[in-house]
């Protein structure tokens, strides 16, 4: 058990639609990453919160949105999907900054067609 | 911006075989490094970082690495692997002025033949 629950575990959504993801921390992390991996890559940078501000964002465009949430569980947006949105969606939680090092989860595999 | 760099895409090795799996990474200032390990059908793992001190740095499962500042690198190394290493290594950093992003390497996929 990872102890970072991500849901769904697999999602399949057409072009254009919306995707919502869900993530519950490790008890007492405050903070969530999301990372994108696509299929033979490795994982690329999306969103950071801590304490519920957004504290760094990456080179993705404005259709990805992402919230956390008091309980400090995060939920990740994507509007407008594009077949190339198809990836493996990671949320990472930690109790601080890196420095604590990241626990991940099992992540939600979204297939866009 | 910084990036890393894993030069070995594929690895395949025999049981028993010793281990060395490249890591560089492009930043000038302070870091943090880690090695992950992806287990076929599992989540990422930490397998070990280093953060300051003793440039070598112990891991689990017998995994260690050597952070090599004036070479930007980070190797990991197993002296004897086994069947059960079989898995996606990644190696990923944590640059001073990069909050809490990590920046990962494309991974690494090893095969150990029993």
């Known amino acids: 058990d990872a102890g970072v629950t991500q849901s769904p575990t697999h999602l399949i959504k057409t072009r254009g639609q919306q995707v919502t993801l869900r993530c519950s921390p490790i008890?007492?992390?405050?903070?969530v990453s999301w990372y994108q991996q696509v299929l033979g890559q490795g994982p690329q940078f999306i969103f950071q919160?801590?304490?519920?501000?957004?504290?760094g964002r990456g080179n993705f465009p404005d259709r990805f949105s992402a919230r956390q949430f008091p309980n400090y569980s995060s939920e990740l947006n994507v509007n407008a999907l594009l077949l190339g949105d198809s990836a493996l969606y990671l949320c990472?939680?930690?109790?601080?900054?890196?420095?604590?090092?990241?626990?991940f989860g099992s992540g939600t595999r979204l297939t866009v067609v | 911006a910084q990036s890393v760099s894993q030069h070995n895409h594929h690895v395949i090795l025999s049981e028993a075989a010793s281990l060395e799996l490249g890591c560089n990474y492009s930043?000038?200032?302070?870091?943090?490094l880690f090695w992950y390990v992806q287990y076929p059908g599992q989540h990422l793992q930490l397998l070990l970082k280093?953060?300051?001190?003793?440039?070598l740095v112990k891991g689990i499962k017998g995994f260690e690495a050597e952070f090599i500042k004036s070479k930007f690198s980070f190797n990991l190394r197993k002296p004897s692997v086994q069947w059960s290493d079989t898995a996606e290594y990644f190696c990923?950093?944590?640059?001073?002025?990069?909050?809490?992003?990590?920046?990962f390497g494309g991974g690494t996929r090893l095969m150990v033949k029993p």
């Open positions: 990472a939680s930690s109790f601080g900054t890196a420095n604590y090092g990241y626990t």
């Open positions: 008890s007492g992390h405050k903070s």
């Open positions: 919160y801590y304490e519920k501000e957004e504290r």
């Open positions: 930043y000038g200032g302070t870091v943090n």
């Open positions: 280093y953060f300051s001190g003793d440039p």
């Open positions: 990923a950093v944590n640059a001073e002025n990069a909050g809490n992003m990590l920046t």
